[in-house]
């Protein structure tokens, strides 16, 4: 029996060769930089690159989901981590030198700057901030739970509970978060005014520009010799022990890379959007990255991606004409696949040639 066998039938893997992925970045590319900015309007190609940034969280999760078999309901916690880093710096930037930012002045609860939030002045730090703090915590997080060898439905609670207990933390701190409201009203982006529709547009460029980037990594980890390893580690732990690894640290490594993307997408969040609050990392914006991915298909590279687009779109189309019942459609959006296409969309054209080959091998 072979170390790596074939994965389980609820995650249909998808391999692309060079060549394919090639021609995928290429279109990829074309569809980003040429046909968006110039179908799409500044409001819209803004929402893309919402979704863009939802996208790049989806890719993590589909490498530490997909690939590994860890199922991921805390990435709020890095993106809010990524997120808050940014908008820190942000609005120190849009204060000045000496001057403490808005929100701190409306509440009147501080006199001085505080402590921590001093070093993301400047912005070497704050940049590295935002994909070092998450990718930190997570490589602290990771050697805690995966070396107690916790795993499955208990992996993903103890991650969903962290993200309730962030965004609870961040509530209470009003004077030094901004609580509830968060830090909003976010005016420019490394002295480019983000009110100008050209550096808007220049925003979404470095969106889609990461994005791109973001899965050219995880391209080249699902081809390498380490993402064999991480998918063996999902279907056989116990056998790659046997054989000298250790498990932990292979899935410490998935568990830690996604978690940088995540911070990295709430980083880019923070200008396409203007706003950072802790409505927007807790425990039901963790659990609607996975749904996007279980729609795209999490095994594949591309899926997740396009998944998390899909239902960002869905989620604003049909809240705009729907309000009160888009809920009930975004949790059939997460029962229709696991129920009828485990494998996501990704795994669609998958699903249809095996009914018709079962159809054609079916005696008359």
Not at 143 to 160: M, T
Request: proline share 5%.
């Amino acid at each position: 029996m072979t170390l790596l066998q074939d994965p389980p039938e609820t995650a249909v893997e998808v391999r692309p060769t060079r060549s394919r992925a090639l021609v995928g970045f290429g279109l990829g590319a074309v569809v980003l930089f040429g046909v968006a900015p110039v179908v799409l309007g500044d409001f819209r190609l803004s929402l893309l690159a919402k979704y863009l940034c939802l996208a790049i969280v989806a890719v993590g999760i589909g490498l530490a989901w997909g690939r590994g078999g860890m199922l991921t309901l805390g990435q709020g916690v890095f993106f809010g981590l990524g997120g808050y880093a940014m908008a820190m710096h942000l609005k120190l930037a849009d204060a000045g030198p000496g001057r403490l930012p808005d929100f701190m002045q409306l509440y009147g609860q501080l006199d001085a700057l505080p402590w921590w939030w001093t070093p993301f002045a400047n912005p070497a730090f704050a940049l590295g901030a935002t994909v070092l703090l998450p990718m930190t915590v997570a490589l602290l997080l990771g050697l805690l739970i995966f070396r107690r060898k916790v795993r499955g439905a208990y992996f993903a609670i103890l991650s969903q509970a962290l993200c309730a207990a962030l965004a609870i933390f961040l509530i209470g701190q009003q004077g030094t978060t901004g609580g509830t409201n968060g830090l909003t009203d976010i005016q420019g982006f490394f002295g480019y005014d983000l009110n100008d529709p050209v550096n808007r547009r220049t925003v979404y460029f470095v969106v889609a520009a990461a994005l791109l980037a973001v899965l050219g990594l995880a391209w080249q980890l699902m081809r390498s010799r380490y993402g064999e390893l991480l998918v063996a580690v999902r279907d056989g732990e116990e056998r790659v022990r046997f054989l000298g690894y250790d498990p932990a640290n292979v899935k410490l490594v998935a568990y830690v890379v996604a978690a940088g993307m995540a911070g990295l997408a709430g980083a880019l969040f923070v200008p396409a959007v203007g706003i950072i609050s802790p409505a927007m990392i807790g425990v039901v914006p963790s659990i609607e990255f996975v749904i996007g991915v279980a729609v795209g298909g999490r095994a594949g590279l591309v899926g997740p991606a396009v998944g998390a687009i899909a239902v960002a779109w869905a989620r604003t189309a049909l809240s705009e004409r729907l309000p009160s019942a888009w809920t009930y459609f975004e949790g059939l959006l997460f029962i229709l696949p696991v129920v009828f296409l485990p494998g996501g969309l990704a795994s669609l054209a998958v699903f249809l040639r095996r009914r018709s080959s079962k159809k054609e091998v079916t005696p008359a």
